[in-house]
Each structure stands twice: as C-alpha cells, then as structure tokens.
C-alpha cells in the first residue's frame, strides 16, 4: 500500500467514516478541525488532529486548500480524502493535491474538470448520446442573458449552481419574475457553498423520480455501475430518504441508466468512486442531469445491498489496486448482484412544523438505536453535544437492510423509535410518516412527494416525559421550588395505602348508571322522592382547593378512584372540576384538566362527576360569549361531566339562564342552578338577603330550567336554626331537589346538616375525613356515623369510609407547604364572611405581598370593602374582587375614607374596574353610585349582559396560520 497516511479534509460523520475504514486498513489518520468543532467526534476517531484556521472562523477553514496541503505534508500524510462538500469536487485541490506529491482520494483532475461541472458534463452526455434536459446555450453572467436564455428553453426551468449540490443555488422558475427575483440570491448562495458562483437554466421535468447510478472505477480503464439508488424523497432539492435498490422501476428504465452512466463514465475515461444522476418523467422518459465525482451521503445504502465497502475502494483505486484485484474484489459486472433492499434516513435537528428551520442547542438526551439490519453513521451527538447554527443540521445517519423493502421499513421504524434525541427538536416523526406512507411503500414518490402530501406534517411529538421529570428535578434540587415556600427537615412522609378492591370484579350500579338509565328529569324526581340522605364526595375538587389551594395532582387521585368507585358506589355524587382546577392544573401542576377529567371517569364509571360552572365565567375570572360557554359546556359533558353546578357571584339569574339551557338542550345532564347563601336570615336587620329573597331566587331558577337547586354556603354562613328556617321554605317554593353545599369554618356546620337533614334536604355535600373541616366540607365519615339510627341514614361501610380517610390524611402529609393555616375552626368567619375556598389562596396571596404578619388586617379589611361595595354575595369571582382590593388597601395603608376622599387620584386594582364596569354582572340592589363614579373615573356605563360571539372557524384559522 503507498498510502502510509491519510488526512481527511472533513468533519462530521462522513470524517469518522473515512478515519474507520482507514483504521480497518491499518493507515495512519490525521483529522483537521475548526475552533468551533474542537469538541466534534471526528477529531478523537483519528490518531492526530489538528486545528485549522482562527478561532472566528468555524467554516471558512475547510476550504482553505493552501492551509490543509501545507499541514499534510508538515505532518507526513502522503494521501488526503475530502469525504463529500467542501473541497470534495475542486479540480483545483485536486491539482495541487498532485503538484505537492499527495495522493487525492478521489477522481483525477481532468475527469473533475470535465464533471464536476454540470454545464460540461451535459455536453458530455449528450455527446455519448444520453438523454438530456435542454438548457442555456449561452453563459449566465448576468440576469439579462438569464432572461434571454429562459425565454428560448421555455418555461418552468431549473436555475442550478454549475459547482455543487445538496440542493445549494437550486431554483425553480415558473415565469420571468421568478427568475429576476432569485437569480442573484441563487448565485450568492452558490458562490458562499462552492467558491463558484457559476449559474446554468435547464428545463423544469415535473414530477419526476431521481435515481443515480453508483460507479466504480480503477485507473485501467475497469468501470462498474453498483446499481441504482431512488433519492426521490426530497424537500428543497435535499434528499430526505433514499432506497436501494430502486422499487416500482421498470427493469427497461433500470438498464437504461446503467447504460448511460457507464457509456459517460468510460467518454471520460473516470477512475475512483461517482455517481451518475438521472430525472425519470411519469412516462419513462430518462433525463440525465449531473455526475458527483465523489462519496455520496447515501453511499451506505449501496454498500449494504452489494456488500462493498465504497471507502475502501476508494482508497484502494487511490492507491493503484484494480478493481478485480484480491483488495477491492469487484469483478466483472455480471457477477454483482443486489440482495435485499436498504433505506436511509436522514435525521436532522430540523422542525418539520415549522418549515424545517434548524434548530440548535444542547443535546441534553441521546440514545442511539442498534439491532439486526441497522447501521448508523453518526457526527458529533452524544449527551450534552451542542448542536451548532454554522454547520449542517444532520446528526446522523440510519441504514436499514432487509430482504424485502417492507422488511427494511419495519427495521427503520423501529430503530426510530428507539432514539431518543431531547434538547433540540429533530424530524424522526416526519421520517416515521414519510416510509409508513402507502405511496413510499409502494415506489411511487417523486421528487415533490413531500410538499404535495400534507398528512406528513400529522406529527405526534413525544411527550418526553423523562427529560421534563429530570429537568424539574434537578431544577428543585439545586433551587428549590419557587412555589413552595418553606420546607420542614423535620417532616416524617408516610406511604399512602390505597384500601383493598377486586379489581376483576364488574363496578357495582351507581347514581350515573341510573341517569344514564332514567334521563335527568325522572332521575331528579326519583331523588326527590328517595327518603335516604345522599352525599357528595368533595374530597377530589373542593376539599383540597380549600385546605391546599388546589395543588393535589390527578396521580394522588387515581391511586384510589376505582377502589372507591368499587367500595362506595352508593355515593351520590363526586365533585372533581370547576373553579381553581383549570388555573392551578396549568399554572402550577403543569396537567391538563381534560385529562385529569378523563382518567377520573375512566377509573370512576359507576358515580356521577359534578362541576362547579361560574355561569358566564365558565370556569374563569372574566365573563366569555354564550357560545364559548355552549362549547364548553357540551365538551365538559362528552368527557365526563354529569351535574353541572351553575352559578353566578352576584345570583344574577340572567347570567345562570343560557347555561342552564346548555345543560338542558345539548346534554343529559343535570343542570343545578345554585343559590349563594350570604349574611344572616335570622338577623330581622338584614332586609337585603332575607327568606323572601332566597325563596324567590329559587323560583326563578326552577322557572328557568334548572333540574335541581344547589345552596352554596362558600363562607359557611348557614347556621343550624337558619338551616331549618330556609330548607322548608325553599322545598315549599319549589318542586325539585335541593342540595345544601357549605365549608366548616366555624367547626359549625355539621349541627346545620343535622338541621338541614331533618328538614328535607336531599344531598349535602361532605369531604373524607382526612380533607375535611376548617375551610372544607364537614367531615364525610363523621357525619354518616351521625346519622346512623336516623330514620334517612344511607348505608356506607364505615371501615372502609375511615380507610379511605386514612389515605388522604397521608396524602395531605406531602401538600403541607399549601395549607390554609387556618388551626381551628374560627367564629371570625361571621363577620369577615370570606369563603373557605378563598380563604386557602389569599393567606398565600398576602404573603407573598409582604403582608404575611398583617393577615388579621387583611380579614378585617375583607369585612369593610365588602360593606363599601354594597354587602356583595361573595363567590369567584366577586370574593376575589373583595380580597384584591382589601390586600390593595392594606398594602397601601389605605381605609374607606381615604378611597371616597382620594380615589379620583388612585389606580384601582383591575379586577375592581372591571366589576364596576359590569362584567360580573348586575349585583342585588345594584352598585354604590358614588364609589362606582370614583373607581371608574366618573365614566360610568351599564353593562346588561352579552357579549360578541365568537366566530371559531376564523379563531382557528388565526391559531393555525397567523
């Protein structure tokens, strides 16, 4: 071998494919590289390597032939390979290559001088009679001469770089105005890639297949084609997949090509390793259009098909080797064969979604594929690689071989789907669309298949689950988490036990089996009539919004919803969405509610699913349009909902109507219009919210369509002897079911379910011991075993009820940095009436304000501006409102007097104009004039209700295109 050292002007994986078949052929290697690939791999495979040009130069260097030749000879290496790109087609390296005694691994000058250039190699071609595409008869050294030229061959054409490829200066032109407004950004282009800015026009084939040739050849005149290849998966002009051999050819169309390329190969005497490329129309018809005189990307595909080594060979020819010779083994041409069938894919740190623009960072996961039939050919990528913007976005690599083109499919699918590449976005979903495709199966791409077949862009992304929990993780571990604001060393975790359930039994009939059965309006009367006392399990929604401000993750929640499915089917309903769930699931547990809804029903068939449902405000703090609210509320349905709790802050029935009679019309559900309880009805003052306010309410309700009237007691308010005045009243009032919903903040409201039981109540609703009480529900089991010998006792397996009680009070163990605060129940809750659910989120709120030890001013300011603002019924999102202006006020040491004197010179807190404005709605005995005129600047407006529908033909098209 007179090859005793090879330096290989390249980078990448084609660097580290030349360097292993050298080490293969025990040469010495020396590998150069810029200051921005000092940590590239190629650099470690070879036994030297050097850097080349300044450390502000990551690419110009490559193609610096002076600079590379001169460090060859320094460093002893007779021989220099250039892979492909770069120097790989300059006659001029070639040339000085030979003038300075180095060996140039690849084709003799003349012959690059003579192919290398398309323009030339055309006249070759046509020359050895091959077909070819008609092109520019005169040089294009200017865009006027380009016009001239375009308008004799016809249009469309192909504006193409003379020196190149890889799609580098490839334009197509449909009419003159194209050609004017890119023919010099082509020519730049081409002239940045190559070094020669040298530009030819050829007539435009549509829809064609690409096919090319492989040949090989030694310097004794042996040529042999290796078969073909199908590159016609491309965008831009860049192959993307490539087969070999090729499927759904003709064998006339196949000895076509293999003619024409030996017939131009042997016209230039060629030696080494090229490939001859070739358009095929949709009749057949064969058009030449260029030879690269080089290794080509997807050389590996031949060489698992024919099983020659087109490196070696190279090398080999180099070296002065025929190709019949016991080194390179490539004998007469009808002795080579094919076996099988291979394909490469390309991946690339591209984002098919968004034009394929490359992406680049830091690889922060990297996991390559293996297995039969699979090689890989990898650059630099490995687990904290960085991915850079000035080199080509490929990371590597995969060939798949087998012996039928569906064998090697099912290899390269598989091998796709073991990688695992995090850290910058890639195109191996794409990849996995494009060969699972019917038409790649069956051979019929052409070169536009990608930009005609949209459903290739239908890409499901991984969830990358591990790179997130890992990310978060270590984020914590080193930082802390910035929602938890304390942590106790000293906290003792116990494990959760979930209590036993046959989990192959059939779930037994529940409450959603019979609405299913019955429809919502017999279901209600049976209700009515059912003497039991039903309960509501809030311990999956409201009870942990109350004591943990809704932090409890879907996990927590699975672990046990089909065990209590299973053991307490008897449950009248659970509560398990609405309110906070949507901002807290997305803000701060980063789930997505739907899902927690899906896996819940799931897990949970048999018992019905309620909502809370703000009326106009859905599950939000801003009022929505009625067919935002529509949608919402038949989508809540399809995916689990079965009562809808309906409410407005302010009672304003015009704003509970439309969703009631969403409910009603669109879904078999339960619409439950609540009544939110406020203030005192056995206080004879209180002339506002008395009994006949309550009474009539309810009414109006029944009369607008409501299945059922829910009493919502936020603050817990609802005191025993009150319970037993207002249930009969209301039962008087109206014809359907009542169902009493309160927080036991005073440690109060177990006495007034007693009341409101014996009074005639239908459901109330509880929480499992473990979250109950305080702000919470009163307490599930507690009030079961209450009623035990009660004439409406319901039979729940009360061992069980406490098990369960026992899991969330483990549970509860890990949200401690989420508690209320709140220790005991507290009769302050009388006077500042701030509802149990608020009352978790605004000691939270104060305190990260700074007003953590002014909390008991904060309360006591709850109480004053809810007597400004009139004496509000107080739910979200009119208690928020109240608690953004207390905080504001006590942040800003400001009392009522101050407001009513100074407010025309103070910002309001947002959410207080826009409740002046209206936009929660009309409260009872409407606004406080004169405050209303200093909050809103004296700009005083009626808002009655309504706003613009939403037309979601047109907010889709803006969320999809714009």
């Known amino acids: 071998m007179k090859i005793k050292k090879v330096l290989v002007a390249n980078r990448g994986e084609i660097a580290i494919r030349i360097l292993r078949a050298c080490t293969e052929l025990n040469v010495p290697t020396l590998a150069v590289y810029t200051y921005e690939d000092r940590y590239s791999q190629h650099r470690y495979k070879a036994d030297e390597s050097y850097q080349i040009g300044k450390d502000n130069e990551p690419l110009k260097p490559y193609l610096n032939i002076d600079e590379i030749i001169n460090l060859a000879k320094i460093k002893n290496a007779n021989a220099i390979h250039p892979g492909y790109g770069f120097l790989s087609e300059n006659s001029e390296f070639a040339r000085k290559c030979a003038e300075n005694d180095i060996i140039f691994i690849g084709p003799d000058p003349r012959v ?13 071609a046509k020359k050895c009679e091959v077909p070819i595409i008609e092109g520019n008869k005169n040089e294009l050294i200017n865009l006027k001469i380009a016009l001239s030229e375009a308008e004799n061959i016809g249009y469309p054409l192909m504006l193409k770089a003379a020196s190149g490829g890889g799609g580098r200066g490839m334009r197509i032109v449909r009419n003159p105005k194209d050609l004017e407004a890119t023919f010099d950004g082509a020519k730049n282009e081409a002239l940045n890639a190559f070094g020669d800015g040298t530009m030819f026009l050829e007539k435009y084939v549509e829809n064609p297949k690409h096919l090319e040739v492989q040949i090989a050849a030694d310097n004794y005149g042996n040529i042999r084609h290796l078969f073909e290849r199908d590159c016609s998966v491309q965008r831009r002009h860049q192959k993307v997949v490539e087969i070999a051999p090729s499927h759904n050819v003709s064998e006339k169309v ?56 087109l490196v070696k060979t190279q090398i080999f020819v180099a070296a002065g080797y025929k190709l019949d010779s016991k080194q390179i083994k490539i004998y007469e041409q009808e002795g080579l064969s094919t076996y099988g069938f291979a394909l490469q894919c390309r991946i690339t740190t591209e984002d098919p979604e968004n034009n394929f623009t490359p992406d680049y960072g830091t690889i922060s996961t990297y996991r390559s594929a293996a297995g039969m039939g699979i090689r890989l050919d990898a650059g630099s990528v490995y687990q904290s690689s960085k ?56 051979g019929k791409v052409n070169v536009n298949f990608i930009q005609n077949t949209s459903e290739l862009f239908d890409i499901n992304l991984p969830q990358d689950r591990t790179s997130k929990l890992t990310k978060f993780l270590g984020e914590v571990i080193v930082n802390g988490n910035t929602d938890v604001k304390y942590i106790d060393k000293n906290k003792e975790l116990r494990i959760p036990k979930t209590p036993n359930y046959n989990a192959l039994e059939p779930y037994p009939k529940g409450t959603k089996d019979m609405l299913t059965e019955m429809g919502a309006n017999k279901f209600c009367e049976w209700l009515k009539n059912d003497n039991k006392i039903h309960f509501t399990d809030t311990t999956l929604r409201d009870a942990h919004q109350s004591l943990l401000a809704t932090r409890m993750r879907t996990f927590d929640m699975l672990n046990v919803a089909e065990s209590f499915a299973k053991n307490h089917a008897n449950t009248f309903s659970l509560e398990v969405w609405g309110g906070a769930t949507f901002d807290v699931c997305l803000r701060f547990l980063h789930e997505s509610p739907w899902t927690r ?30 067919n935002l609210i529509e949608k919402f509320v038949v989508k809540s349905w399809e995916n689990g909902i079965d009562i809808f709790r309906i409410f407005d802050s302010l009672n304003w029935v015009k704003a509970m109507e439309p969703s009631i009679n969403y409910v009603r019309n669109q879904t078999g559900g339960i619409a439950q219009a609540a009544i939110s309880y406020t203030g005192d009805i056995l206080d004879k003052n209180n002339t506002k919210y008395n009994l006949n306010y309550y009474t009539q309410l309810a009414k109006d309700l029944e009369n607008a369509g409501a299945h059922m009237i829910a009493i919502k007691d936020m603050a817990g308010l609802l005191k025993p002897f009150a319970a037993a005045e207002l249930i009969p009243a209301i039962k008087n009032a109206v014809n359907i079911p009542i169902h009493l919903h309160t927080h036991d903040t005073s440690s109060l409201q177990s006495a007034t379910y007693l009341k409101a039981i014996e009074a005639g109540v239908d459901v109330v609703d509880v929480a499992l011991g473990g979250l109950s009480g305080l702000t919470s529900q009163p307490n599930f089991n507690s009030v079961v075993e209450m009623l035990k010998y009660h004439d409406r006792y319901n039979d729940f397996d009360l061992e069980k009820l406490n098990q369960f009680s026992n899991y969330w009070e483990d549970i509860r163990e890990y949200y401690y940095p989420f508690e209320s605060g709140l220790k005991s129940g507290t009769a302050e809750v009388f006077q500042h009436e701030i509802p149990g659910g608020q009352y978790s989120n605004l000691r939270p709120q104060a305190t990260a304000l700074g007003l953590a030890d002014r909390f008991d001013e904060v309360k006591k300011m709850y109480h004053e501006v809810n007597m400004m603002f009139g004496d509000l019924v107080k739910v ?17 040491d400001l009392s ?29 005995g409407g606004f406080p004039k004169e405050l209303q005129k200093i909050v809103l600047k004296n700009k005083v407006q009626d808002n009655l209700r309504g706003l613009s529908l939403i037309n979601f033909r047109v907010l889709i098209y803006k969320f999809l295109f714009l």
């Open 112 to 124: 690059m001088d003579a192919l290398g250039d398309k323009i030339t190699a055309k006249k070759i």
């Open 254 to 309: 196949k000895q076509s090509l293999y003619k024409y390329a030996l017939a131009i190969a042997n016209e230039v005497n060629y030696n080494n390793i090229g490939t001859v490329e070739f358009l095929v129309g949709q009749n057949d018809e064969v058009y030449f259009i260029e030879v690269n005189p080089r290794i080509q990307v997807e050389h590996t595909v031949t060489e698992m098909v024919t099983g020659i080594d």
């Open 387 to 442: 991915i850079s913007p000035f080199f080509d976005s490929m990371l590597v690599k995969v060939s798949a071989h087998g012996r039928t083109l569906d064998g090697a499919i099912r290899k390269m699918i598989r091998a796709l789907k073991e990688f695992r590449v995090r850290g910058v976005k890639t195109n191996m979903q794409f990849l996995q669309n494009v060969i699972q495709h019917e038409t790649f199966k069956a």
């Open 597 to 626: 809804l899906r896996e819940l029903r799931t897990a949970m068939p048999n018992i019905l699913f309620q909502m809370l449902l703000r009326g106009s405000n859905a599950v939000g703090y801003a009022a929505y349009p009625d």
């Open 876 to 892: 979200t999102p009119s208690s928020k409102v109240v608690g953004d202006m207390a905080i504001f006020m006590v942040t800003n």
């Open 896 to 924: 009522p007097q101050d407001v009513m004197e100074r407010g025309h010179e103070i910002s309001f807190p947002e959410s207080v104009i826009n409740f002046f404005k209206g936009d929660l709605g009309q409260p009872v």
